[in-house]
């Protein structure tokens, strides 16, 4: 349940009103009219009927560039809304399309906080893996912030959204780009253990990496469209791109290439199969925009990125192969 005011021009009040009616909102509230013309109304809005209900609210005030849609979270409703008796209609709604937006944007953008937070993460994940402590690279998954601008490329391309693709590439490469190189630095400075089980253990790549990145990337996508924002920690750490970039940075500045190569081949796939899974799930979950023109052209992106990625995820999957014959 979400509580959605919609602040508009008063002479759109009737026609709200229409909308209201035609979802089956029963809680609703008018403000007064204030001296610009403009009117608030709030509306309690059932989970089943908030996607319903904001397309039709954008579609109504969408030429209006003075109106305003804010949708709040609901903690409680007092008394509890009558729940339904029947088991089989008992279901959780996922966000809306309005909601998902605002949260992944979030995490996708190139700010001092997201390159700080890489930064520090990438110390936390180096100092890790050279000491062997699974618990500190644990906390250095948890830190890294790269698994955002992942699940925003895959989001803007269902939509079509060519301004957050932008965003999420340039996020995801400075990211990624910023641990690499700092991670060689360390390399280069601090002697590094290649027998490390948190390093080996990061070189050595199978069909059991890819179904983990595919599994963490879907389960990434359905607890944000769930609600359920705190299970991205246990996704995160599950399948943080951290690790491995920090690992294929601290071999090749120590001297290893061949064992930097498993490494870049772990964070390829990561990659990959976690953009693949999380494209996926959006297009199961009927993720995409509301009006016909921007439907079709999402649809175009929507099937020429999932080839290219699952055409990335084939290749992938051959040099995984032909590496188990020639190093088994």
């Known amino acids: 349940m979400r509580l959605i005011e919609i602040i508009a021009d008063a002479g759109h009040s009737d026609t709200l009103r229409g909308i209201a009616d035609q979802f089956e909102v029963n809680d609703y509230w008018w403000g007064t009219e204030a001296e610009d013309g403009r009117r608030s109304l709030r509306m309690l809005v059932e989970d089943q009927n908030r996607q319903a209900v904001m397309d039709a609210l954008q579609t109504l005030l969408s030429a209006d560039e003075h109106s305003r849609i804010v949708v709040m979270p609901v903690d409680a409703v007092v008394p509890r809304p009558l729940e339904e008796e029947e088991e089989g209609q008992r279901r959780r709604q996922a966000a809306t399309r309005e909601e998902l937006y605002s949260q992944i944007e979030r995490g996708a953008r190139l700010d001092s906080n997201f390159l700080l937070l ?7 994940a180096a100092i890790g893996l050279v000491e062997s402590n699974v618990a500190v690279v644990v906390g250095a998954m948890v830190i890294a912030p790269l698994l955002g601008p992942n699940i925003a490329l895959a989001f803007a391309t269902s939509l079509g959204d060519t301004e957050l693709t932008t965003q999420a590439l340039k996020s995801g490469l400075a990211g990624l780009g910023l641990a690499f190189l700092l991670s060689a630095a360390i ?73 930097a190569s498993g490494a870049a081949l772990l964070l390829a796939v990561n990659v990959v199969c976690v953009i693949l899974s999380a494209k996926l799930v959006f297009l199961a979950k009927g993720v995409k925009p509301r009006t016909w023109y921007e439907r079709e052209k999402a649809r175009q992106s929507t099937w020429l990125y999932t080839g290219v990625w699952l055409a990335f995820l084939l290749i992938l999957l051959v040099i995984i192969y032909t590496r188990r014959q020639v190093f088994p």
């Open 118 to 124: 890489t930064l520090l993460s990438t110390v936390v």
């Open 187 to 259: 390399g280069l400075l601090w002697p590094v253990d290649v027998t490390s089980g948190e390093i080996m253990s990061r070189t050595d790549v199978g069909l059991d990496s890819v179904t983990l990145a595919l599994a963490s990337g879907a389960a990434a996508v359905l607890s944000l469209s769930t609600g359920l924002s705190s299970a991205l920690v246990g996704v995160m750490v599950a399948v943080a791109l951290l690790p491995p970039t920090a690992t294929l940075g601290l071999l090749l500045g120590a001297g290893h290439p061949m064992l």
